[in-house]
């Protein structure tokens, strides 16, 4: 592998990694907020306990977003120097005010609601953890318009002295159309990625306190359907707001679609294909299962509309931006975007079953509760692969239609560099991710709190550490 | 409005490496200092509601870098490519080690995580004081901008210098000193008693060297800066542990503003032909940019600064280092 492709791959794995644990952080932050105010509300000492176990959970699974976090605001500068100059006018901004205005909400909040328990009154601690959560969602939302700048370039001029980009309206690049369905969407793959971790740990536990006649069965029971609620929820919302944001992508970056159907002709009333096996040099399918019509109503909303293929668009781009191949590859564009959906819908499908055996009191399924261990992973599989969609489906480009990726890297870079940092990020990312399930395991198997020790109320004397 | 962007950008900076400089300190002391794990459980304490949001100024100062510098931070970043890349992992294993020690029993846990805490803020405070040696030198920057060479030691190579090496022994020698003055205040007991001491002979130690500094290179610069250290001393000694913190936690941001300022306006220099060093003009973003960012920083950043002293002043009480029975 040559310099590009090696920074290529090292930015896929860093950015795949953080991935992983930013959905979580996301929706243990928002279910860590609810149980509090649940408990604020109502009183019922299940709400507090749940809410410090999600939190401890929360805790761990933030610090390892956090220092990888990090990692992403320097790629820009270290691999993609020539990115960074030509665009930094128009993305500088956003991961600056994410900084700014999210990051250190996050970070400065979160430490104040987990040591603040007896320091804060208790409206006032239940308020930082809305803070934090509230914190999430922004860096979500502003990161996810610096990305949806690269899908569909808005709010930029190139300016004719520098031959740089030069931003145009802030408030424009925010609210990028791709971003506006991305952003809902992105939300609700999140839901899924928590929900089904404290379905899986919930319904564990309370099936082993049932067991034992442990006393703590009921609050897990809670955590369980919350969880699966907000599995269930999210991945209805992750199919209706996934179908809008097929239709908004269909408009911007046609090629992309046509990848993800691995269709090579411009069609009418276009089938869906469920199913393809490609041969020949060129990938294009022998085979196939095809829904009729289906293609064409996701990508237009109508049965009979035209989709454009890979082959006029391949045409269409030499035309306007030069000759040169603007096929991404399709195979993985067509099997990632399948996987995305499909591995989604059986952890929703899953999450479904669970509520419907388990309702009213009823004990879930055996083969559901045996399955548990592994429905943690359908939604970070799927929010991988929908990203690996997004993201490889849209080259050669870096900015669609602007810039390619090898436009972007830093051109003194060389090969002996980006393969001693990426072996030492897949190190220490390999142990952070051994380290970190080793932790989440043990803190699952954690009895719950038990009831409150009053508050030390007074004032001035040393506070007794506890072990952090 | 470029000198304000600038200001700010090395605002960021001094925050983050004085705030950040304890904890890298109080990191590195936490094995040394605390006899039992209880100990230094409490020292690491000190730090625990703080160190995250004391590390978000290294966020802040490069997202502004990027926004208002690009050139800058395109610059900065390639050109340090491999210090860079260790200092992030190095970074990544000593929040997660922080992160984590508290949140399962047993001892050896705690002491695999302690172990992993002092090593990592060692490397940082050893790298970071490496690269800003590095960075008042300039770099072997080319007519693109970019660091010349090949190889490791493209990026490697100017870090394996004496001037990179006294750098790095100034920057672990200020790292347990902000550490060591913040454990003296923020303690009690047999933990502050044993913090003040090594602050004392911190201040001492980096004080004699700075001298010995002024005196091998003819400068007058080390002799100003050993005059604070022997503030620092004398304070320490008094038992003023406030004063003692404050005035390192000065001094430090005096010597981060020289770093960054000591070029005038050239914010990259390049030690291979002047005329390729990269002034703050060049590196500017566009005006429309700078002054759409200048909205959003006047909105958030006095914000920051509020709430983060808020949550200082709500952990505001010394940690016990003796058990305090309830």
């Known amino acids: 592998m040559d310099v590009l492709d090696l920074t290529r791959l090292q930015f896929a794995v860093v950015t795949i990694y953080h991935y992983l644990f930013v959905p979580l952080s996301i929706s243990l932050a928002a279910t860590a907020a609810g149980l509090e105010l649940a408990w604020l509300r109502t009183g019922a000492d299940k709400y507090r306990q749940l809410t410090r176990f999600v939190g401890a959970l929360l805790i761990v699974t933030f610090a390892v977003g956090v220092v990888t976090g990090l990692v992403q605001e320097f790629q820009f500068g270290l691999g993609w120097s020539n990115f960074a ?9 956003t991961l600056a005010i994410e900084g700014m205005l999210a990051f250190f909400l996050e970070a400065t909040f979160l430490a104040l609601w987990y040591f603040g328990w007896d320091r804060l009154p208790r409206a006032a601690h239940a308020a930082t953890i809305v803070v934090v959560a509230v ?60 929900g089904a971790l404290l379905l899986a740990i ?37 199919a209706l707001t996934g179908d809008y944001l097929g239709k908004v992508i269909t408009g911007v970056q046609p090629m992309k679609m046509a990848a993800a159907e691995a269709l090579y002709a411009t069609t009418a009333g276009a089938p869906f294909s469920v199913f393809a096996l490609g041969g020949g040099g060129d990938g294009r399918p022998f085979f196939s299962i095809e829904v009729p019509y289906l293609l064409s109503v996701l990508a237009k909303g109508s049965p009979g509309a035209t989709v454009a293929g890979i082959d006029d668009l391949q045409a269409q781009y030499v035309a306007q931006y030069g000759p040169g191949s603007y096929i991404p590859m399709v ?7 399948r996987l995305m959906i499909g591995i989604g819908m059986l952890a929703a499908g899953l999450a479904a079953a669970y509520l419907w055996t388990g309702r009213r009191g009823r004990t879930p399924h055996r083969l559901l509760v045996r399955a548990l261990p592994v429905l943690p992973l359908l939604p970070a599989a799927a929010n991988t692969f929908g990203w690996l969609f997004t993201e490889t489906a849209r080259q050669p480009w870096l900015a ?46 954690k009895p719950l709190d038990p009831a409150p020790a009053p508050a030390c109320a007074e004032r001035d004397t040393p506070e007794p550490a506890p072990v952090y | 409005m470029v000198t304000f962007w600038f200001a700010l950008v090395v605002l960021c900076w001094v925050l983050f490496f004085v705030l950040e400089g304890f904890d890298f300190g109080v990191g590195l002391l936490a ?65 997660v080690a922080l992160e984590f020690r508290g949140k399962s029993d047993g001892v050896r846990w705690r002491r695999g995580c302690d172990a992993a805490l002092a090593a990592s803020s060692a490397g940082i405070a050893l790298l970071w004081g490496a690269v800003l040696a590095v960075l008042v030198r300039g770099l072997a920057l080319g007519p693109a901008g970019e660091v010349t ?33 913040f454990l003296a205040l923020r303690t009690t007991g047999p933990l502050r008693r044993r913090a003040r001491r090594v602050c004392v002979a911190t201040a001492a130690l980096l004080g004699a060297g700075l001298v010995a500094a002024a005196a091998v290179t003819g400068s007058a610069g080390p002799l100003v800066a050993a005059l604070p250290c022997a503030g620092v001393a004398l304070l320490a000694r008094d038992r003023r542990e406030g004063a003692a913190f404050t005035v390192a936690a000065l001094a430090v941001a005096g010597a981060v503003v020289a770093v960054f300022t000591v070029h005038g306006d050239v914010v990259l220099r390049s030690t291979l032909n002047p005329a390729w060093s990269l002034t703050l003009a060049d590196a500017a973003a566009t005006g429309s940019t700078l002054r759409l960012l200048t909205v959003a920083g006047v909105l958030i950043l006095p914000g920051v600064l509020v709430y983060q002293g808020f949550s200082y002043w709500v952990f505001r009480r010394r940690v016990a280092s003796e058990r305090v029975p309830s």
């Open chain 2, 31 to 95: 094995v040394f200092l605390g006899r039992d794990d209880h100990e230094r459980s409490a020292a690491i304490r000190t730090v625990g509601p703080f160190w995250d949001g004391n590390e978000v100024w290294l966020v802040a100062a490069i997202g502004v870098t990027f926004a208002a510098f690009p050139d800058w931070y395109a610059a900065l970043l390639s050109g340090l490519y491999l210090p860079l890349v260790a200092l992030l992992l190095l970074l990544a294993i000593r929040g």
């Open chain 1, 85 to 93: 100059r030509f665009y930094g006018d128009v993305f500088g901004p």
């Open chain 1, 331 to 337: 195979p993985v564009a067509f099997w990632t975007f």
């Open chain 1, 202 to 238: 919930g319904a564990w536990r309370a099936r082993s306190a049932a067991k034992s006649a442990a006393g703590d069965g009921a609050a897990f029971g809670t955590l369980a359907r919350l969880g699966a609620w907000l599995t269930f929820l999210g991945g209805a919302l992750t």
């Open chain 1, 400 to 445: 669609f239609g602007i810039t390619t990726v090898a436009d972007g890297l830093s051109p003194g870079l060389t090969r002996a560099e980006v393969l001693a940092s990426l072996l030492g990020f897949t190190a220490v990312y390999g142990v952070l991710a051994v380290v970190w399930l080793r932790l989440v395991r043990r803190l699952a198997r």
């Open chain 2, 149 to 181: 060479g090949t190889g490791l030691s493209r990026t490697l190579g100017p870090l394996l210098s004496p001037a990179a090496a006294a750098g790095a022994a100034a920057g672990l020698a200020v790292a347990v000193l902000l550490g060591a003055a």
């Open chain 1, 135 to 194: 914190g999430t969602v922004l860096s979500a939302f502003i990161i996810l318009a610096a990305n949806s700048f690269m899908q569909n370039p808005v709010a930029y001029a190139l300016d004719p002295a520098t031959g740089r980009a030069r931003l145009t309206s802030l408030t424009a690049l925010l609210t990028n159309e791709v971003n506006l369905a991305a952003f809902p969407h992105t939300m609700a793959g999140a839901a899924m990625a928590g």
